[in-house]
């Protein structure tokens, strides 16, 4: 059975935020992610995981401004210095909640800037960063996310490119954050990518398609994925990151099924 963990960005919302670790340990969960910790003093979140038994799995690296739209800010030449000092403050984030892996957005390319210059920038920032990281002793991911649903004009939006990014980089701690439902609509044929892909991912994440639900509302046959995952020896954790379409606790069946 895979490690699963609980996204307190999109699970157990019916409560707030720092009530969220509670809730997800009482479901079963032993690891939570979320997209950013940053609004947080980093001393709280670690006191909410360490007074509820749960281990930090991930978070994501500061995105620039999520509010106004902003989905990474890697590629964007004119943003270098703000991406350096976000790699600061998710170290120091990481350091603060022992987790041992953080997930770098890419970003949306603007149409002002060309793809060469953007893809180069991408390349050295993620370089630097994994520099960074490899200090700190963690590990560096990167996520393909769907550009024909939820991301149009994300800069990585193919398992395909996140390898020739990674191919790009002299670095040995940058990892695929494979995500089921980006993957599910970009490419399919989830348990072969899942199988060639192995050596390279660091991180899984699930959600059904379409629709961005639990398991079981799409056309995804989890219980086949999730074998598969098993069978193939990933030893990292899977973390549940869709929409309950109603109450989280009972969006679980999937959760008791795997155990």
């Known amino acids: 059975m895979p490690r699963f ?10 409560v707030p935020f720092l009530e969220r670790f509670a809730r997800a340990r009482s479901a079963g969960f032993h690891g939570v ?9 980093a001393e709280q979140l670690a006191e909410r995981l360490q007074s509820n038994g749960l281990e930090q799995v991930l978070f994501n690296l500061p995105p620039g401004d999520w509010a106004a739209g902003e989905r990474g800010i890697a590629c964007l030449p004119d943003r270098i ?8 403050q998710g170290i120091h984030y990481a350091r603060m909640l022992d987790c041992k892996q953080l997930n770098c957005l ?13 893809w180069q920038t991408l390349v050295a920032n993620v370089q630097y960063a994994a520099d960074r990281f490899a200090e700190a002793g963690l590990t560096l991911c990167l996520e393909a996310i769907n ?5 149009p004009g994300f800069m990585l939006d ?6 020739a990014l990674i191919e790009a ?19 399919g044929d989830l ?32 219980s086949n994925v999730f074998s598969a995952i098993d069978r193939l020896g990933y030893s990292g954790w899977v973390s549940a990151e869709y929409r309950p379409t109603g109450a989280t606790e009972r969006s679980l069946a999937w959760f008791s099924e795997a155990n």
């Open 5 to 14: 963990a609980a996204n307190l960005s999109m699970l157990f919302t019916e």
């Open 33 to 41: 992610e979320y997209l950013f910790p940053y609004e947080w003093p």
């Open 81 to 88: 210095e703000e991406f350096r000092a976000g790699v600061e």
């Open 106 to 118: 890419a970003g949306l390319k603007p149409e002002s800037v060309a793809e060469e210059e953007a």
């Open 147 to 151: 550009s024909r649903v939820d991301m």
């Open 158 to 163: 193919t398992s395909g490119k996140v390898m």
């Open 169 to 187: 980089l002299e670095a040995d701690n940058v990892r695929l954050q494979y995500d089921l439902y980006h993957m599910q609509i970009m490419e």
């Open 191 to 222: 348990i072969r990518g899942i199988e060639c892909l192995l050596p390279w991912i660091g991180h899984i994440q699930f959600a059904d398609n379409p629709g961005r639900h639990q398991p079981g509302t799409g056309e995804i046959n989890f």
